[in-house]
């Protein structure tokens, strides 16, 4: 799911928390897997863009995936949270349909030019401005746009490094405000646990 969408799986996972309160840890540790997964998604999209910024973020991204994955696995194992998993289905789109694509393609046009404008406008905190927002609804788009900058020399390393840390810290405040909203109080306290410690596991890297 990770790998499709970390929004819908953590809209999914808060959905069923409120069927379900008693598997909250569950759901809070499985939301936090799946968030792991983007990392080395991102990962790889960059690198297809931009490879010395791909390596620039090796160490941080690769770093997070492991601590979020393996860290809640194991919680997962010590807190006996794997003891009883009721059946969960997850209902995701396919990410490489015509639509979906389409919809990405027009997403990632127009966070592209938000982004050049508010270089130019603004310097490197319109790039970081323009992060921000774009983390609101997507990491992928900003992420590409940024990379495509920094091999062009638009943008410095350092400059889409942390552009891009915001828009994945934005995203995560996001979606831990939507499973607050939507799903359990415990929910919400195991993946924003998650999520912090992956954040943390990212800057110190």
Known sequence: ?????????????????????????????????????????????????????????????????????????????????????????????????FWAALKFALLFVVVFLFTKLATVWLGEQGIYLASALAGLADVSAISLSLADMSNTGSVSLPAASIAIFIAVTVNALMKWILALVNGTRDLALWLGGGFLTMLATGVVL
């Open 1 to 97: 799911g990770g790998l499709v969408s970390t929004m819908a799986v953590t809209m999914s996972l808060a959905e069923r928390s409120r069927k379900a309160p008693k598997a909250s840890p569950l759901f809070g540790v499985t939301g936090v897997m799946a968030n792991a997964v983007q990392f080395p998604r991102l990962l790889v999209l960059i690198w297809v863009v931009d490879q010395q910024l791909a390596l620039f973020l090796a160490v941080p991204l690769i770093g997070m995936f492991v601590v979020g994955l393996l860290g809640a696995w194991v919680l997962g194992y010590v807190r006996k949270i794997w003891a009883e998993e009721p059946p969960t289905e997850l209902l995701l789109q396919n990410p490489y349909s």
